[in-house]
């Protein structure tokens, strides 16, 4: 129940190429309070509702819960979630022994590509494609209940 994560830009497109699974995610956020976070999410035909705590000083650890819901149970607490809906498609792509999921925004966040990699440690070893930007691990900005409240086409370029 402990997420470790780390999380970079993304400056090309070339991952789509590389890609072994895709799908739709619409999500929004019921509290997106700094101590936690409660999100309810639509993945293609399935609903999920995770609790989120606050991360790590460094960024990279956060405790995380998540339940698979029904879709109709999704689509009704979808109406009851803070204003900023965050609608993505993310990409899965092997590199190494590990999994990018790599998130492309679209609505008010379109334009920004985020890459995660979920790791079993802080000091676990992985690849970098060169598909990778800037690492954005730990800054808020970055979070998607963040990026509901603060869409990513207000900020200033």
């Known amino acids: ?3 470790i994560e780390r999380k970079f830009l993304v400056k090309s ?3 789509k190429t ?10 929004g956020f019921l509290n997106s309070h700094e101590e936690r976070t409660v999100r309810v999410r639509l993945k293609n035909d399935k609903g999920f509702l ?22 109709v149970e999704a689509e009704s607490l979808l109406l009851l979630c803070e204003e900023g809906i965050i609608d993505k498609i993310r990409y899965e792509v092997k590199c190494g022994n590990h999994i990018y999921e790599v998130d492309e925004f679209f609505g008010e966040n379109k334009g920004l590509v985020i890459a995660e990699i979920e790791l079993n440690s ?32 207000s900020w200033e370029k």
């Open 18 to 27: 590389v890609a072994f699974h895709k799908y739709k995610i619409k999500q």
């Open 1 to 3: 129940m402990i997420e």
């Open 122 to 153: 802080e000091n676990d070893t992985f690849d970098l494609p060169i598909w990778l930007d800037e690492e954005v691990t730990g800054d808020i900005k970055y979070y998607n209940s963040q990026l509901s409240k603060h869409p990513f086409s």
């Open 50 to 71: 995770t609790v989120k705590g606050k991360s790590s000083s460094n960024g990279l650890t956060r405790f995380e819960w998540e339940k698979e819901i029904s879709i």
């Open 13 to 15: 497109h070339a991952f």
